[in-house]
């Protein structure tokens, strides 16, 4: 069983930039893909970035192209999700996810979550 736990979160301005970390323990093997995804007040839980086991593939959906950069380092365990440009329409509780494949995209082949990690964007 993975554990995961985010931690970045917070408070920021238009424009601003934030880095998220997720950090992931336990028994989950050395091949697993990694993703964020975030639920906003009433919309589901959406992907807004992913990365294969060996950092060799990413995937963001236009939202969030050009602006969020998903990375992972398999040494430390950790995966992390930089942010600039970020707009209020970006607030939402971010969520880390793993799933036991080496690349997944679909929200349904993550079986790990993280607990989440407030992020507010606001003047």
């Known amino acids: 069983q993975a554990q995961l736990v985010e931690s970045g979160g917070g408070t920021v301005q238009p424009g601003d930039s934030l880095r998220l970390s997720c950090v992931v323990s336990?028994?989950?093997?050395?091949?697993?893909?990694l993703a964020w995804f975030r639920e906003a007040p009433g919309k589901e839980r959406a992907l807004v970035a992913a990365i294969a086991w060996n950092g060799s593939k990413t995937f963001y959906p236009d939202s969030v192209k050009g602006r969020f950069t998903i990375s992972r380092d398999n040494a430390q365990r950790t995966g992390y999700l930089q942010m600039t440009g970020l707009q209020p329409e970006d607030t939402a509780v971010y969520y880390c996810a793993a799933a036991r494949f080496s690349w997944a995209i679909r929200k349904t082949d993550y079986h790990y979550w993280g607990q989440g990690t407030q992020v507010t964007v606001s003047s």
């Open positions: 336990g028994g989950i093997g050395r091949i697993y893909a």
